[in-house]
Protein backbone atom coordinates (compact mmCIF):
# COMPACT_ATOMS: atom_id res chain seq x y z
CA UNK A 1 0.00 0.00 0.00
CA UNK A 2 1.45 3.39 -1.35
CA UNK A 3 0.49 6.29 0.52
CA UNK A 4 0.68 9.75 -0.23
CA UNK A 5 1.55 13.13 2.13
CA UNK A 6 2.20 16.79 1.23
CA UNK A 7 2.82 19.50 2.73
CA UNK A 8 5.30 22.93 3.28
CA UNK A 9 7.09 21.18 5.98
CA UNK A 10 8.48 24.25 6.89
CA UNK A 11 10.37 24.63 10.26
CA UNK A 12 10.06 20.80 10.82
CA UNK A 13 8.70 20.00 14.08
CA UNK A 14 7.35 17.18 15.97
CA UNK A 15 3.98 17.74 14.58
CA UNK A 16 5.45 16.95 11.30
CA UNK A 17 7.42 13.92 12.33
CA UNK A 18 3.95 12.24 14.01
CA UNK A 19 1.92 13.29 11.32
CA UNK A 20 4.32 11.12 9.20
CA UNK A 21 4.42 8.54 11.27
CA UNK A 22 1.18 8.00 11.07
CA UNK A 23 0.80 8.42 7.68
CA UNK A 24 3.20 5.84 7.30
CA UNK A 25 1.39 3.23 10.01
CA UNK A 26 -1.45 3.12 7.29
CA UNK A 27 0.55 1.86 4.51
CA UNK A 28 4.55 0.21 3.25
CA UNK A 29 5.60 2.72 0.92
CA UNK A 30 5.57 6.83 2.25
CA UNK A 31 5.67 9.32 -0.79
CA UNK A 32 5.72 12.88 0.65
CA UNK A 33 5.21 15.91 -1.66
CA UNK A 34 6.74 19.36 -0.76
CA UNK A 35 5.55 22.47 -2.19
CA UNK A 36 7.60 24.90 -3.63
CA UNK A 37 8.65 28.35 -2.12
CA UNK A 38 6.63 29.26 -5.12
CA UNK A 39 3.39 27.80 -4.22
CA UNK A 40 3.57 28.15 -0.58
CA UNK A 41 3.83 32.02 -0.98
CA UNK A 42 1.18 31.99 -3.34
CA UNK A 43 -1.28 30.48 -1.23
CA UNK A 44 0.23 31.06 2.42
CA UNK A 45 2.73 33.39 2.56
CA UNK A 46 6.33 33.07 2.39
CA UNK A 47 8.09 30.04 3.77
CA UNK A 48 11.00 30.66 6.80
CA UNK A 49 12.97 27.48 4.62
CA UNK A 50 14.24 27.09 1.61
CA UNK A 51 12.59 24.85 0.01
CA UNK A 52 15.60 22.92 -0.69
CA UNK A 53 15.97 23.01 3.33
CA UNK A 54 12.84 21.39 3.10
CA UNK A 55 13.40 18.51 1.10
CA UNK A 56 16.76 17.69 3.03
CA UNK A 57 14.46 18.16 6.14
CA UNK A 58 11.82 15.84 5.06
CA UNK A 59 14.07 13.16 3.37
CA UNK A 60 15.81 12.76 7.45
CA UNK A 61 12.46 11.78 8.29
CA UNK A 62 12.85 7.62 9.29
CA UNK A 63 9.05 7.02 8.00
CA UNK A 64 9.86 8.78 4.74
CA UNK A 65 10.52 6.51 1.69
CA UNK A 66 10.67 8.94 -1.08
CA UNK A 67 10.30 12.73 -1.65
CA UNK A 68 8.90 14.19 -4.58
CA UNK A 69 10.00 18.13 -5.27
CA UNK A 70 7.95 21.07 -6.10
CA UNK A 71 4.20 18.86 -5.35
CA UNK A 72 1.32 20.65 -6.44
CA UNK A 73 -0.12 22.84 -3.68
CA UNK A 74 -4.07 20.98 -4.56
CA UNK A 75 -4.09 17.32 -4.46
CA UNK A 76 -5.45 15.12 -7.13
CA UNK A 77 -6.33 11.89 -8.46
CA UNK A 78 -3.65 12.27 -11.04
CA UNK A 79 -0.99 13.22 -8.48
CA UNK A 80 -2.13 10.17 -6.43
CA UNK A 81 -1.91 7.82 -9.64
CA UNK A 82 1.13 9.69 -11.06
CA UNK A 83 3.31 7.69 -8.10
CA UNK A 84 0.97 5.06 -7.86
CA UNK A 85 -0.58 5.73 -4.57
CA UNK A 86 -3.54 4.25 -2.98
CA UNK A 87 -4.91 6.88 -1.11
CA UNK A 88 -3.42 10.14 0.35
CA UNK A 89 -3.25 11.41 4.55
CA UNK A 90 -3.00 14.90 5.96
CA UNK A 91 -4.09 16.22 9.21
CA UNK A 92 -7.28 16.68 10.95
CA UNK A 93 -7.26 20.67 9.90
CA UNK A 94 -8.13 22.41 6.42
CA UNK A 95 -6.28 23.07 4.19
CA UNK A 96 -7.56 26.11 2.24
CA UNK A 97 -5.79 27.50 -1.43
CA UNK A 98 -6.10 31.30 -1.68
CA UNK A 99 -9.50 31.44 -2.99
CA UNK A 100 -10.57 29.28 -0.26
CA UNK A 101 -11.23 25.94 -1.39
CA UNK A 102 -9.71 22.49 0.32
CA UNK A 103 -7.22 21.47 -1.29
CA UNK A 104 -7.99 17.96 -0.97
CA UNK A 105 -11.84 18.51 -2.09
CA UNK A 106 -10.86 16.08 -5.43
CA UNK A 107 -9.33 13.36 -3.33
CA UNK A 108 -11.81 13.59 -0.75
CA UNK A 109 -14.40 13.13 -3.12
CA UNK A 110 -13.06 10.34 -4.89
CA UNK A 111 -12.54 8.19 -1.63
CA UNK A 112 -8.62 8.23 -1.47
CA UNK A 113 -8.03 10.38 1.57
CA UNK A 114 -7.26 9.57 5.24
CA UNK A 115 -7.13 11.76 8.19
CA UNK A 116 -4.92 11.50 10.80
CA UNK A 117 -4.59 13.29 14.10
CA UNK A 118 -2.97 16.55 14.91
CA UNK A 119 -0.40 17.00 17.25
CA UNK A 120 -2.19 19.32 19.47
CA UNK A 121 -0.06 22.03 20.68
CA UNK A 122 2.33 22.45 17.91
CA UNK A 123 2.51 24.39 14.74
CA UNK A 124 4.84 26.29 12.44
CA UNK A 125 3.11 29.07 12.94
CA UNK A 126 3.27 29.18 16.59
CA UNK A 127 6.97 28.42 16.64
CA UNK A 128 7.21 31.68 14.12
CA UNK A 129 5.47 33.36 16.86
CA UNK A 130 6.92 32.15 20.10
CA UNK A 131 10.85 32.75 18.41
CA UNK A 132 9.40 36.63 17.72
CA UNK A 133 8.92 36.88 21.00
CA UNK A 134 11.55 35.94 22.17
CA UNK A 135 13.53 38.33 19.90
CA UNK A 136 11.31 41.32 20.71
CA UNK A 137 12.31 40.63 24.66
CA UNK A 138 16.26 39.91 23.48
CA UNK A 139 16.27 43.11 22.26
CA UNK A 140 14.83 45.07 25.06
CA UNK A 141 16.94 46.96 26.73
CA UNK A 142 15.41 48.54 29.61
CA UNK A 143 16.20 45.85 31.56
CA UNK A 144 19.40 44.62 30.17
CA UNK A 145 22.31 45.04 33.06
CA UNK A 146 24.53 47.18 32.07
CA UNK A 147 28.24 46.77 31.58
CA UNK A 148 30.42 49.65 32.57
CA UNK A 149 32.18 51.58 29.76
CA UNK A 150 36.11 50.58 31.14
CA UNK A 151 34.81 46.96 31.08
CA UNK A 152 33.33 46.98 27.34
CA UNK A 153 36.70 48.86 26.62
CA UNK A 154 38.50 46.38 27.72
CA UNK A 155 36.55 43.19 26.01
CA UNK A 156 37.23 44.89 22.83
CA UNK A 157 41.07 45.32 23.38
CA UNK A 158 42.27 42.74 25.31
CA UNK A 159 42.24 39.53 24.02
CA UNK A 160 42.47 37.85 27.23
CA UNK A 161 39.47 39.47 28.84
CA UNK A 162 36.00 37.18 28.55
CA UNK A 163 32.62 38.56 28.57
CA UNK A 164 30.85 38.98 31.75
CA UNK A 165 28.00 37.41 30.08
CA UNK A 166 29.34 33.94 28.65
CA UNK A 167 32.62 33.52 29.91
CA UNK A 168 34.39 33.63 26.73
CA UNK A 169 37.24 35.41 25.39
CA UNK A 170 37.09 37.16 21.71
CA UNK A 171 39.69 34.27 20.40
CA UNK A 172 38.71 30.71 20.10
CA UNK A 173 41.14 28.05 19.68
CA UNK A 174 40.41 26.51 16.50
CA UNK A 175 41.91 23.42 14.94
CA UNK A 176 43.23 22.75 11.37
Known amino acids: VRVWV ?68 VTTIETLDQYNCDFCVHGDDITMTADGHDTYSEVKNGG ?26 HHDRENEAQVPRDQVEELRENPQARSPWTGVSQFLPTTQ
Not at 13 to 20: E, K, Q, R, V, Y
Not at 113 to 122: D, I, L, N
Request: proline share 3%; aromatic share 8%; net charge positive.
Open 112 to 137: RYKECKRTAGVSTTDLVGRMLLLTKT
Open 6 to 73: DGCFDMVHFGHANALRQAKKLGDYLIVGVHSDEEISKHKGPPVMTEEERYKMVRAVKWVDEVVEAAPY
